[in-house]
């Protein structure tokens, strides 16, 4: 059961509502966290789960965690500044190459799956 028709519609509305929902209004966060939540999105459309998505999210929060222990940023949650070109540049190219891998993942696992279904050759 789906609450829109078409589910880039779902996915863009969500998608704004998770930005909104991180608080950090600038141009450049909100464009992170639109651009962010439509590859989750796409993941899970993809892969017909939220594993990889929730992956994707828990992997990248806990990499921004341990950049900002290492900054000596106490409470990074608190005190979240807004995006700077740098780090757009570089959670957009982590956030596309975990999705280019994971596309990749699934489409061997799909050809594996297709050629043991295959009936065997006629003898």
Do not use: K
């Amino acid at each position: 059961m789906t609450w829109v028709r078409y589910r880039w519609v779902a996915a863009g509305l969500t998608s704004l509502l998770f930005a909104s929902l991180h608080g950090l209004f600038d141009p450049l966060s909100m464009a992170y966290f639109v651009y962010f939540a439509l590859v989750a999105c796409w993941l899970t459309f993809r892969t017909g789960g939220l594993e990889a998505a929730i992956v994707l999210h828990t992997t990248l929060n806990v990499l921004i965690m341990l950049i900002a222990g290492t900054q000596g940023v106490p409470d990074v949650w608190a005190e979240q500044p807004p995006a700077t070109p740098l780090l757009l540049v570089t959670d957009v190219v982590a956030t596309t190459l975990f999705a280019v891998w994971v596309h990749r993942a699934w489409t061997r696992r799909e050809l594996r799956d297709r050629q043991r279904r295959l009936p065997g050759a006629p003898a």
